[in-house]
């Protein structure tokens, strides 16, 4: 198992914990910072999920709903929600 642990690059890792966050709770999505959410989306687009439809279907979605939001951060939106 610890030969497993080290083929997860640092970046993957770093992905999986934010997903593991915003998965927990709706309200944490909206609790990320504009570094963190644009940190997120460039993780998310690095990853090559095109041997999974499901996966790579949802990584789309992931990705819109990330750009939604900082453009809600970027342009002042949100804030009142």
């Keep these: 198992m610890k030969c497993m642990s080290k083929d997860i690059s640092t970046e993957d890792r770093e992905r999986i914990t934010l997903l593991q966050l915003i998965s927990s709770s709706k309200s ?3 609790k990320l910072s504009l570094e963190q959410l644009k940190r997120l989306q460039e993780l ?3 990853k090559d999920y095109s041997h999974d439809k499901k996966a790579h279907k949802s990584k789309v979605k992931l990705l819109a ?4 939001r900082i453009y809600e951060l970027e342009e002042g939106k949100g804030i009142f929600y």
């Design 28 to 30: 944490e999505f909206k």
């Design 65 to 68: 709903k990330i750009n939604v």
């Design 44 to 46: 998310v687009e690095k």
